[in-house]
């Protein structure tokens, strides 16, 4: 587990990005109950946090891609983060809507970019990595590559690993994950051992805990 890694999550941590509930889970969109929910836009609000996650993204993509025509951001959590990002590169910025919008020109991107254009996509969380890979999917059916994604966060789950790795060629990197978050959190006594194990359960087995 590396430096940035633990950083990022106690940075989500700090300003309540992240909220662990093991007793009163949370129900997500999907209907999977959670003992935990993050919600990364909260960055947005503080300058300093904002302005390194920016700019660990950025040396991200400069580590690992080269030939970077365009950055992408998939709506609507990643598009600021996407923004900023395009803006310290100097690049061109589009978004991803979830799908087409259903009125005007009907498009599910948004932006201006070139058949052909190598592009990098921005998320802000990837859970089963399904919303992900559909984004990705829209821009590559528009003519561009795709080279790769940057993520803030990643619950880690097998069902998205397996996406990624075996499904995709895809190369994923994120600032931080679940394991991480996890081992700042027990450093900082903010999870008890009885819930150590409930938490690793929940993360291999999301879609049929708590029923």
Known sequence: MNTIEKEVAGYLLDIGAVQLRPDEPFTWASGWKSPIYCDNRKILSYPEIRTKVRDYVIETIAEHFKDVDVIAGVATGAIALGALVADKMGKPFIYIRPKPKDHGTGSQIEGVFNRGARVIVIEDLISTGTSSLSAVKAVTDAGCIVDGMVAIFSYNFPCARREFEYTTSLELYTLSNYDALIEVAIERNLV?????????????HPETWGK
Do not use: I, K, T
């Open 192 to 204: 008890s051992e009885a819930d150590l194990e409930m938490l690793r359960d929940w993360r291999y």
